[in-house]
């Protein structure tokens, strides 16, 4: 170890790994050492155990590593999978059009619920669900259930089945797993989730407050994408309507009689452009005009917009929602209307668990995917709610060129019967042996959940990047 730059607080380290060595700089804080993020994640992704002394990190496997899962039950796994390849790939190539609406599922809902029943699941069709604003109950019928037990009481594992090309994935896993079942403890739960985005709240939370993920210990949930890894962070995320009200005028007779909503809702959209450049790099602020007048010859009355507001830090959140606010009002103000902000539903962040990561990318590498790369994007989504309350991990698998921010219906259409497909066959088999490993250790599975109320209880709780 060397000072750097003159500075007492840089150090530089050789770190060897894997065979290599590689030196950067680091920061050291007292005892500890602060790594650069792209250093320490490639040791990571390793599953090894670092001992440093001297100025040198040494990273060596840990005696008698193993991913957990005998191999018997991988070879019964893979084979299960790869007897069902083409039936999988009929359902799937067969799927409407358009995933995400929920008038389109009905009939891929049904084709998946009768493969579940045929693989020996017990399938619920129709679930109801719980409005998380008015706590009213109503039923999502493309919705359903499908549960398989082992020889004995033990710990639950759920797959969420979602429609945007994940299907052959979670389709595969309930394959795999269930073929392995009968020599594990506790059981399986698949989740179809129809249209989940069809909700202001999305379809997870309102289903999960109708009781239906009520002693599941542990959530997985695949996604197509150009990688294979568990490492996105996501945002903590609400949506606000500001509605703004004006003085109705003829705009060519009397315009000075009027006070135009829309012009309040134009300055407001300056005011957040100039807001993004003071808040920190994860924030996420983006919207549409919904409203923007009756007439064009009338000084508009009323005119609203819609606006997504996201943070990796949820406390900081609230802070980034009274600024919007602020925003809003000032511009309402300058322009003589009035303004009123109505905030939905709220999107967390979910709890990143590093002990179910590491075991769910151990059977990553156990099964040869690839590529393994750190996950550099933030998204928000539906089942981060979900994921504050049950231990949640997400899969990404590499089915192809990045995808994240094309429409479902495009993920599915490239997922062709070769290569990209072979890879949600591949996250199928990771899932199911994941799965599989927790089946057979409840005492791991314990280990997750109390990981998961201590990160809870923490005083940097809510945030998204674990």
Not at 300 to 306: K, N, Q, R, T, Y
Request: aromatic letters at 6%; hydrophobic letters at 40%.
């Amino acid at each position: 170890m060397s000072d750097s730059c003159n500075r007492p607080d840089l150090k530089t380290i050789t770190i060897c790994a894997g065979g290599r060595e590689i030196t950067t700089t680091v920061i050291q804080e007292g005892d500890e050492l602060l790594i650069p993020a792209e250093v320490l994640s490639e040791i990571l992704q390793r599953n090894l155990v670092v001992d440093y002394s001297q100025g040198v990190i040494r990273v060596q496997e840990p005696p008698g590593h193993d991913v957990g899962l005998a191999v018997p039950l991988k070879d019964m796994i893979r084979t299960s999978i790869m007897e069902s390849k083409n039936r999988l790939w009929e359902i799937f190539s067969g799927m409407g059009d358009d995933p995400i609406r929920e008038d389109s599922t009905d009939q891929d809902t049904a084709h998946w619920m009768d493969w579940l029943e045929k693989a020996g699941f017990t399938v619920t069709r129709g679930l109801t669900a719980k409005n998380p604003e008015s706590g009213e109950s109503f039923c999502l019928e493309t919705a359903f259930t499908a549960e398989a037990k082992g020889d004995r009481e033990g710990p639950a594992v759920a797959f969420i089945l979602e429609h945007e090309g994940t299907p052959p994935a979670v389709l595969s896993a309930a394959a795999g797993i269930f073929s392995v079942l009968d020599k594990l403890s506790g059981r399986i739960l698949i989740m179809g989730i129809p249209a989940q985005e069809s909700l202001p709240w999305g379809t997870v939370v309102p289903l999960y407050l109708a009781g239906h993920f009520d002693n599941v210990n542990v959530v997985m949930i695949p996604h197509a994408g150009d990688r294979w890894n568990t490492g996105l962070s996501f945002l903590s995320s609400e949506t606000v309507e500001a509605v703004f009200y004006g003085r109705p005028a003829h705009a060519a007779a009397a315009p000075h009689e009027g006070r135009s909503a829309l012009d309040a809702l134009i300055l407001s959209y300056h005011g957040i452009e100039m807001l993004r450049e003071h808040v920190t790099d994860d924030v996420r602020i983006h919207g549409i005009v919904s409203n923007g007048g009756a007439a064009s010859n009338i000084v508009p009355e009323e005119a609203s917009v819609l606006y997504e507001v996201s943070a990796l830090n949820y406390e900081y959140l609230q802070d980034l929602k009274l600024r919007v606010e602020q925003v809003m009002q000032g511009a309402a103000l300058a322009s003589g209307c009035t303004v009123q902000c109505t905030w939905q539903h709220a999107r967390l962040s979910p709890v990143r668990i590093p002990r179910l990561d590491q075991l769910v990318m151990e059977q990553v590498r156990s099964w040869g995917a690839s590529p393994i790369q750190p996950m550099t994007e933030v998204k928000a989504t539906d089942w981060g709610n979900l994921g504050t309350k049950i231990p949640t991990v997400h899969l990404w698998f590499a089915a192809g060129r990045k995808r994240d921010e094309l429409p479902a219906n495009t993920v599915r259409e490239d997922l062709k019967p070769g290569e990209e497909f072979e890879a949600a066959l591949l996250a199928g088999c990771v899932l199911a042996a994941s799965a599989a490993v927790l089946l057979s250790d409840p005492d791991e599975v314990t280990r997750i959940q109390n990981d998961c109320k201590e990160w809870m209880q923490s005083d940097d709780k809510r945030e998204g990047s674990g």
